[in-house]
C-alpha cells in the first residue's frame, strides 16, 4: 500500500520561510518522479514544482521561481519543498504526488499517487 504522508505546513508572515517534507512508502520511491502542487478552495490543483527520478532536473511553475526550492533523499524516501519569501497568494493545501513515468510532469492527472495535503497560510 502506497503512502505519501506530508509534514511541515503551518501559519507564517509573509516573506518567511517553511519547509514541507513528504514521507513516502510501499513503492521503490527512486524510482519515481515526486511533485508538489497547491490547491485553494474553488480553484484547480495547481503545479508547484516537480523533481525526476533520477534527480537530474527540477522544474518550477513561474510563480514561485527563484523562492522555492524542491530536494529529495533517496536514502529517506523523502522529497522536500523549501519555501522562502512566502507570499500570502502561496496560502493553499500543499500536496505532493509521485510519477510512476518519472520525467517530473506538471500535469497532475500524470500522477499516480497523492498525499492527504499540508495547510500552508501566509499572513500579510
Known amino acids: 500500500q502506497v503512502q505519501l504522508v506530508e509534514s511541515g505546513g503551518g501559519l507564517v508572515q509573509a516573506g518567511g520561510s517553511l519547509r514541507l517534507s513528504c514521507a513516502a512508502s510501499?513503492?521503490?520511491?527512486?524510482?519515481?518522479?515526486m511533485g508538489w502542487f497547491r490547491q485553494t478552495p474553488g480553484k484547480e490543483r495547481e503545479f508547484v514544482a516537480a523533481?525526476?527520478?533520477?534527480?537530474?532536473?527540477?522544474y518550477y511553475a513561474d510563480s514561485v521561481k527563484g523562492r522555492f526550492t524542491i530536494s529529495r533523499d533517496n536514502a529517506k524516501n523523502t522529497v522536500y519543498l523549501q519555501m522562502n519569501s512566502l507570499k500570502p497568494e502561496d496560502t493553499a493545501v500543499y500536496y505532493c504526488a509521485a510519477d510512476a513515468v518519472g520525467d517530473g510532469s506538471r500535469l497532475s492527472l500524470k500522477y499516480d499517487y497523492w498525499g492527504q495535503g499540508t495547510q500552508v497560510t501566509v499572513s500579510s
Open positions: 523533481y525526476t527520478w533520477n534527480g537530474g532536473s527540477a
Open positions: 510501499g513503492l521503490t520511491f527512486s524510482k519515481y518522479a
